[in-house]
Antibody, heavy 120, light 107 residues
């Protein structure tokens, strides 16, 4: 079965760039949409953006100027970069797979999440 | 941006009881683009319902979704101990995709 695993630094300094990678195992990254979601401490979920395996992307306008999501099909990975971070970017970051069916969409496979703290 | 408002904020129930959770959208959402997730403490969310009413793989039939337009409902027919968690609705119909603020189902 498909599993996702986030990796990257748990501590990032203010004004620097947060970089995370999601590794897909047990299946191919091809033919799916992949997404990043974050959850600040004690708060609700926030969609960051998605990427199709071919490389097309869509970002949350609230983060668009600072976000880049990319895919490396040879490594079965996709990545998130968030620039100019502040304390407000402290959150648990999740990667997930988006299932698209005739009946609808759903994020059907999730990584366990990785905590990123922005602090000097 | 479509705002999803979930109610109630907290639902206090006992095992075996029925839970009814509401998700109201600020604009109409196509049923195909409404999903529900369960999140237990310290865990990632889990997809329960997609397309407003289709259960995801492996989800027990005590979970059901309904609704259309701006009003959607998640029903848990008989609460099991493992169902006490936070539930989120999410819409994919309009970018940015948005989540509700969550309903906590507690004992």
């Amino acid at each position: 079965q498909v599993q996702l695993q986030e990796s990257g630094p748990g501590l990032v300094k203010p004004s620097e760039t947060l970089s995370l990678t999601c590794t897909v195992s047990g299946g191919s990254i091809s033919s799916y949409y992949w997404t990043w979601i974050r959850q600040p401490p004690g708060k609700e979920l926030e969609w960051i953006g998605y990427i199709y395996y071919s490389g097309s992307t869509n970002y949350n306008p609230s983060l668009k100027s600072r976000v880049t999501i990319s895919v490396d099909t040879s490594k079965n990975q996709f990545s998130l970069k968030l620039s100019s971070v502040t304390a407000a970017d402290t959150a648990v970051y999740y990667c997930a797979r988006i299932s698209v069916t005739p009946r609808g969409y759903g994020m059907d496979v999730w990584g366990q999440g990785t905590t990123v703290t922005v602090s000097s | 941006e479509i705002v999803l408002t979930q109610s109630p904020g907290t639902l206090s129930l006992s095992p075996g009881e029925r839970a009814t959770l509401s998700c109201r959208a600020s604009q109409s959402v196509s049923s195909s683009y409404l999903a529900w997730y369960q999140q237990r403490p310290g865990q990632a969310p889990r997809l329960l319902i997609y397309g407003a009413s289709s259960r995801a793989t492996g989800i027990p039939d005590r979970f059901s979704g309904s609704g259309s337009g701006t009003d959607f409902t998640l029903t848990i027919s008989r609460l099991e101990p493992e169902d006490f968690a936070v539930y989120y609705c999410q819409q994919y119909g309009s970018s940015p995709w948005t989540f509700g603020q969550g309903t906590k189902v507690e004992i």
